[in-house]
Antibody, heavy 119, light 106 residues
Framework: QVQLVQSGAEVKKPGASVKVSCKAS????????ISWVRQAPGQGLEWMGW????????KYAQNLQGRVTMTTETFTSTAYMELRSLRSDDTAVYYC????????????WGQGTPVTVPS | SYELTQPLSVSVALGQTATITCGGN??????VHWYQQKPGQAPVLVIY???NRPSGIPERISGSNSGNTATLTITRAQAGDEADYFC?????????FGGGTILTVL
């Protein structure tokens, strides 16, 4: 079955960077994209960006431009999301989710990776 | 910028019909998707492109979209339907989520 498995929880100091991985299985990685969505404690969902599994093209949320980089490694069917210059308000659960040729809808989602940035 | 508005909470009696709305300017012209999220779990897609159910989603869950309101309807509500529900659109090169609605089954 289609599955996305993410890397484990992270605790980072302010100003540091975090890189979260998302390993896909059960489908052709290059036929879909991967979106990243985060959820701060007790809050709603925030889209961070999308990357094509085919050619690595990206679309980033405007408020994260310059701080986020999304990449893929097709031979391992793995997507990565790196967020730099971390602040306390980056504390959230970070999800990857399979998307289409555009970040239209998301299905399925990874299990989530908690990232904590103490203030 | 475009915004999606959902009620903070909706309550429904066991076995009755719950309706969760998602408001947006001319949202009827966009594709709306819905997710269910239970505490401590990742979201699950329950409706895509306004009214389509992914495999494994029961027919009790349905969606519609017209004018300025998209609607998620859950008939014969069960205790297992208690969750947060989020609407979502892809618009002008960005993805937007509604603020989420907590569904309580009484």
């Amino acid at each position: 079955q289609v599955q996305l498995v993410q890397s484990g929880a992270e605790v980072k100091k302010p100003g540091a960077s975090v890189k979260v991985s998302c390993k896909a299985s059960g489908y052709s990685f290059t036929s879909y994209g991967i979106s990243w969505v985060r959820q701060a404690p007790g809050q709603g969902l925030e889209w961070m960006g999308w990357i094509s599994g085919y050619n690595g093209n990206t679309k980033y949320a405007q408020n994260l431009q310059g701080r986020v980089t999304m990449t893929t490694e097709t031979f391992t069917s793995t997507a990565y999301m790196e967020l730099r210059s971390l602040r306390s308000d980056d504390t959230a659960v970070y999800y990857c989710a399979r998307s289409g040729w555009e970040p239209d809808w998301f299905d399925p989602w990874g299990q989530g990776t908690p990232v904590t940035v103490p203030s | 910028s475009y915004e999606l508005t959902q009620p903070l909470s909706v309550s429904v009696a066991l076995g009755q019909t719950a309706t969760i709305t998602c408001g947006g300017n001319n949202i009827g012209t966009k594709n709306v998707h819905w997710y269910q999220q239970k505490p401590g779990q990742a979201p699950v897609l329950v409706i895509y492109r306004d009214s389509n159910r992914p495999s494994g989603i029961p027919e009790r869950i349905s969606g519609s979209n017209s004018g300025n309101t998209a609607t998620l309807t859950i008939t014969r509500a069960q205790a297992g339907d208690e969750a947060d529900y989020f609407c979502q659109v892809w618009d002008s090169s960005t993805v937007l989520f509604g603020g989420g609605t907590i569904l309580t089954v009484l």
